[in-house]
């Protein structure tokens, strides 16, 4: 087909159809529905060409299926409509993961909605999957070159969220003391229950020239239960500049967020923090997060100190279906008391892969922990190996709206040498995400 034999710039014009058929569609040849189709856009009745796509994107051949969601998808880009465009060019790419054209035209809607780290995944995606060398240079330059364009937006994600230990609590009825064993009581132990998870992000850009803007964020996370005592909410603001250069992103940032845990203010952080993105080669992306921020906590003020955290991430496209990454960070926290001030370090791998209209991905992490000085109500100071493995699935074909079904499975262990600290947890988590 047209857009699989590979173009030199990515708003090339949409070729003419060869379908070299006699099918029957509707009483009419493809290729006079692909006809009919196009003097509908040329008259700008765009309402007649999207519903001739879209009924020659269920025909049984997928050569015929694939050439309409292309030309509905550049139809609807050209449209501006560019979470329908998004669709219908991931919709081909589930059929055809190899057609590079699709791949890269898909980049192109996401960094025209926002998101230039979905662009530069498509982008890594394409370039995995084998480019002409003419091809490979202007793509090249695209990515170089690719950042945001919106000037604001945002993103809001929903879940129900079914947990066997929503306050991550120890099972056991006793606490080991250096006084006597002391007796928890029923809700400082684990506790099941179904939360509401949610998330959400907003951001404006406010360009200041050709490759700086000043970028304001603001986020809240976190989930409500029915017990409403373990409702832990987090929201925080940044703002600084971003500032882009040839293969490279850098974002310094001052930062302030506050979290409230059953309902009650419990803890606020003020700050910094710097995000630096790099292109490495064709496949891979490195982003290092380095932060500073001094907590302050309302019920104990003997954990006021300063937390310093970095990391390295490496993401990488091993095909055009299948990627992952690995995560390498470290954190410091100080405190007023020496038993609640820990070191910690550990590291996260992620895979995941395209199954046709399904997303499959899986995750593994491990982080130890360490405390300065035993706290004077334990017997031992706190050390801690904690353990994670999460399992995903992203069912595209049953969209609505934009969004697909989402099922994601994790499975969670703390060893402490500390009683209140040792706990097990098991998480479903049934939601939405967009369907691109």
Do not use: C
């Not at 000043?214 to 373990?230: D, E, I, M, N, P």
């Not at 992620?350 to 992490?365: E, I, M, P, Q, V």
């Amino acid at each position: 087909m047209p857009f699989l034999t590979g173009v030199a710039l990515l708003a090339a014009p949409v070729p003419s159809v060869q379908t070299g058929e006699s099918r029957q569609i509707s009483g009419l040849h493809a290729a006079d529905l692909f006809a009919a189709a196009a003097r509908a856009e040329a008259a700008r009745a765009f309402a007649d060409a999207e519903t001739i796509y879209r009924a020659l994107a269920k025909d049984p051949d997928i050569e015929i299926r694939s050439e309409a969601r292309f030309r509905l998808g550049v139809m609807l880009e050209g449209e501006k409509r560019y979470r329908d465009a998004a669709i219908a060019f991931r919709a081909l790419l589930d059929e055809k993961p190899n057609a590079a054209r699709v791949r890269l035209e898909l980049a192109k809607v996401l960094a025209l909605m926002g998101d230039e780290g979905g662009a530069r995944r498509q982008i890594r995606q394409a370039q995995a999957g084998g480019l002409p060398p003419e091809v490979a240079i202007v793509v090249n330059q695209f990515a170089n070159a690719l950042r945001s364009a919106k000037p604001f937006g945002g993103s809001l994600e929903l879940s129900l969220a079914p947990d066997s230990n929503i306050n991550r609590a120890t099972s056991s009825a006793t606490l080991d003391t250096v006084i006597a064993p002391l007796t928890l009581s029923r809700d400082a132990r684990e506790q099941s229950g179904i939360g509401l998870k949610l998330g959400g992000q907003a951001y404006v850009r406010l360009p200041l020239g050709p490759r700086v803007t000043v970028l304001g964020r603001a986020s809240v996370g976190g989930t409500l239960y029915t017990k409403s005592q373990f409702d832990d909410i987090s929201t925080s603001l940044a703002a600084g500049p971003e500032v882009s250069f040839r293969k490279n992103r850098l974002r310094p940032a001052a930062t302030i967020g506050w979290r409230y845990y059953g309902g009650h203010f419990y803890a606020r952080t003020e700050g910094g923090e710097v995000n630096w993105m790099h292109v490495a080669g064709k496949r891979g992306q490195i982003e290092v997060d380095l932060s500073a921020a001094h907590a302050g906590y309302a019920l104990n003020p003997l954990q006021n100190g300063m937390i310093y955290d970095g990391s390295i991430a490496i993401e990488r496209a091993f095909t055009a279906k299948t990627g992952g990454s690995l995560t390498v960070s470290a954190d410091r926290q100080s405190a007023a008391d020496p038993g609640y001030a820990t070191t910690s370090g550990g590291a996260t791998a992620l895979l995941w892969r395209d199954l046709g209209s399904l997303t499959l991905y899986g995750s593994a992490s491990y982080r130890h922990l360490g405390s300065d000085a035993r706290l004077f109500l334990y017997p031992k100071s706190r050390t801690d190996d904690f353990y994670r493995v999460s399992l995903g699935i992203a069912f595209r074909k049953l969209q609505v709206a934009g969004l697909a079904p989402l099922a994601r499975l994790a499975w969670e262990r703390n060893v402490s040498t500390v009683g209140i600290y040792d706990y097990r947890r098991i998480a479903l988590e049934l939601g939405v995400t967009r369907a691109f």
